[in-house]
């Protein structure tokens, strides 16, 4: 299916590793120019060669970014021609930048859980804040919010993400409820458990809290449903970013093989 990106702009945030990275990918084989922004400039440029590689011909900027600040997110939007009037403003933007930490109510202090929302959750507001009045001045454009499937099924132990990412899938609906009618449209995706690096963090901490021991953690990887690739993640995140999703707005697509579903 051709997606119909050829020659579009997409910034992609969080996109030296992982499912930003995959985004990336899939975007730029499917013809975008993608800037990628993260907070490593070392690891953004072999990011950006593994996208020129995967797709040559295609334009790669890369910017180092510390988005949890409010510095970081204006010299982001203004590196990408999204600051001021937006000249130049991308075609899509995907919100990816982000990971809370796991622990219950007592366990996650003060710093941390606000650390952790001022990355994610308001980096997240505040990018759309940006972005969305500009689009629609524009009258076209698609934003997609990486957010994540803690959004549906809440737990103790991930209380900090849990939260956090409920109030980013009701900004998507919220903004994405009326946003069609000026031809931009608001989307998410809520992935589960998929194979990356994070996952393995993830599943360090559990296994110390349930099983006492760090090194045992591949002991709590599911076998059904299994875990979910990042180019799982990236080809659902390109098909929404694209024309052939027109009449997709303001909804979460969960991709997490049916899990949060029983």
């Given at each position: 299916m051709d997606l119909g990106l050829t020659g579009r702009r997409a910034v992609i945030t969080g996109a030296s590793k992982g499912i930003g990275l995959g985004c990336a990918l899939a975007l730029a084989r499917e013809g975008c120019d993608v800037a990628l922004a993260a907070r490593s400039a070392d690891v953004l440029a072999r990011a950006a060669r593994e996208v020129q590689e995967a797709a040559p011909g295609t334009a790669v900027t890369t910017h180092a970014v510390d988005l949890s600040t409010a510095e970081g997110r204006q010299t982001l939007l203004a590196e990408t021609?999204?600051?001021?009037?937006?000249?130049?403003?991308?075609?899509?933007?995907?919100?990816?930048?982000?990971?809370?930490?796991?622990?219950?109510?007592?366990?996650?202090?003060?710093?941390?859980?606000?650390?952790?929302?001022?990355?994610?959750?308001?980096?997240?507001?505040d990018l759309c804040r940006a972005v969305l009045p500009l689009m629609t001045a524009r009258g076209s454009g698609v934003i997609v919010n990486v957010i994540g499937v803690a959004s549906l099924r809440p737990q103790p132990n991930y209380i900090a993400g849990g939260v956090g990412n409920s109030g980013l899938v009701a900004m998507t609906a919220a903004l994405g409820s009326r946003s069609l009618r000026d031809g931009v449209r608001v989307v998410a995706v809520n992935p589960g458990l998929i194979i990356t690096d994070r996952m393995g963090d993830m599943l360090r901490r559990q296994a110390i809290d349930e099983l006492g021991d760090e090194s045992r953690w591949e002991e709590l990887i599911p076998a059904d449903p299994a875990p979910g690739t990042v180019e799982q993640v990236a080809d659902v995140v390109a098909f929404l970013a694209s024309d052939r999703a027109s009449h997709v707005c303001g909804t979460s697509v969960t991709i997490d093989g049916g899990a949060s579903a029983r």
């Amino acid at each position: 299916m051709d997606l119909g990106l050829t020659g579009r702009r997409a910034v992609i945030t969080g996109a030296s590793k992982g499912i930003g990275l995959g985004c990336a990918l899939a975007l730029a084989r499917e013809g975008c120019d993608v800037a990628l922004a993260a907070r490593s400039a070392d690891v953004l440029a072999r990011a950006a060669r593994e996208v020129q590689e995967a797709a040559p011909g295609t334009a790669v900027t890369t910017h180092a970014v510390d988005l949890s600040t409010a510095e970081g997110r204006q010299t982001l939007l203004a590196e990408t021609g999204c600051g001021g009037s937006g000249t130049g403003l991308a075609d899509i933007w995907v919100n990816n930048a982000g990971a809370i930490p796991a622990g219950d109510i007592v366990t996650v202090d003060d710093a941390t859980w606000r650390d952790a929302w001022d990355l994610k959750v308001f980096g997240y507001i505040d990018l759309c804040r940006a972005v969305l009045p500009l689009m629609t001045a524009r009258g076209s454009g698609v934003i997609v919010n990486v957010i994540g499937v803690a959004s549906l099924r809440p737990q103790p132990n991930y209380i900090a993400g849990g939260v956090g990412n409920s109030g980013l899938v009701a900004m998507t609906a919220a903004l994405g409820s009326r946003s069609l009618r000026d031809g931009v449209r608001v989307v998410a995706v809520n992935p589960g458990l998929i194979i990356t690096d994070r996952m393995g963090d993830m599943l360090r901490r559990q296994a110390i809290d349930e099983l006492g021991d760090e090194s045992r953690w591949e002991e709590l990887i599911p076998a059904d449903p299994a875990p979910g690739t990042v180019e799982q993640v990236a080809d659902v995140v390109a098909f929404l970013a694209s024309d052939r999703a027109s009449h997709v707005c303001g909804t979460s697509v969960t991709i997490d093989g049916g899990a949060s579903a029983r």
